[in-house]
């Protein structure tokens, strides 16, 4: 986590780097940070599938299933063709 959060400070318009740090935080169960993250992603103009499909994780670990459920259909609605885990 350490790691990912020096690259995010280093640079905060990455949004690669944000995308990664919230998926750390995501696999130790602090899905409300990795939501923020996530939003500083797409503020720093991340857009693509692995985010939507990052978000609509969090928010089913954050215990919002109806707004996972909706972020989810988003994407299948923008990249039909995403397979999650083969990007």
Known sequence: EV???RVAEIEPGNGQ????????LR???RAEQALACY???EA???SGPEL????AGALLDAGEPAQALAQALQLNR???EFVPGYG
Do not use: E, K, T, Y
């Open 17 to 24: 780097a944000w995308l990664n740090l919230g998926g750390m």
């Open 78 to 80: 923008r990249h039909p």
């Open 52 to 55: 939507l499909d990052a978000r």
């Open 44 to 46: 720093a103009g991340a």
């Open 27 to 29: 696999l130790c169960g």
């Open 3 to 5: 790691a990912f959060r």
């Open 39 to 41: 939003a500083r992603a």
